[in-house]
């Protein structure tokens, strides 16, 4: 595990993903909300491995 930030917005998009399952409408939009969260920490964090920066 090199970067924290990636695999907690893969942790979160696949918490976030399994919520949207419910039949609760609660959890449902908890879940897309959580998804969109962590969708967004994975896109903006991800990084080559072969390429240097931050």
Not at 1 to 21: H, P, V
Request: hydrophobic share 45%.
């Amino acid at each position: 595990m090199k970067n924290k930030k990636t695999t907690l917005g893969g942790l979160l998009a696949a918490i976030g993903t399994a919520l949207t399952a419910s039949n609760d409408a609660v959890f449902h939009t908890v879940g897309v909300v959580i998804t969109a969260v962590g969708s967004l920490l994975l896109g903006t964090m991800a990084k080559d491995h072969n390429v240097s920066g931050k």
